[in-house]
């Protein structure tokens, strides 16, 4: 399996995120391919690739500079259901956590809800702690 960027987006990576997206929520609609051509221009979309050539998982990767510091992000992380428990999630994360400490961030976040075991056990175990700020959201009405 290797990790890979994303500098392209075509219909094909349109369909495959909107499968893996389906998997971690289904509220949400998937992006189109000039939302996606946007996603890979600007953030750095991760892909897992198996040996024969298999898309496995994705991972989006954020860099942003606000006045307090360089942060860093993760968002979107999803490993396809037929490939789950074969450290996929993890190395996805880890490549995360190898450019957010290149970039010499002060931070690397992510949340995730509680329900989301898996996931939950993956963080911990890879050294993320849980922050007490309390995450607040806004939603505009449609
Ligand atoms: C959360 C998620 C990304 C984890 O992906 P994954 O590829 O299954 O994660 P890993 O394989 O790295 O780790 C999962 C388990 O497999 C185990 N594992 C890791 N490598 C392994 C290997 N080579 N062989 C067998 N098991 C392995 C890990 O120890 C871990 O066990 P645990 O859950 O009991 O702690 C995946 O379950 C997923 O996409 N879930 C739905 C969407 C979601 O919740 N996304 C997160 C949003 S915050």
Known sequence: ??????????????ALVAR???QLT???TPPRLEQLQEVVSTQTLLLARDDDGTILGML??????????????IEDVVVDESARGRG???ALTREG???????GVLMLE???MPYRQAANRLYKRLGFVRKPTNVYVWWPRP
């Open 60 to 73: 989006t990767f954020v860099l942003y500079r606000v006045s307090s510091g360089l942060k860093g992000r």
């Open 26 to 28: 289904e509220a949400r």
């Open 20 to 22: 893996l997206l389906a």
């Open 110 to 112: 992510l949340t995730s």
């Open 1 to 14: 399996m290797n990790i890979e960027q994303v500098h392209r987006a075509d219909e094909e990576l349109v």
């Open 88 to 90: 996929v999630g993890e």
């Open 97 to 103: 956590m190898r450019r957010a400490n290149d970039a």
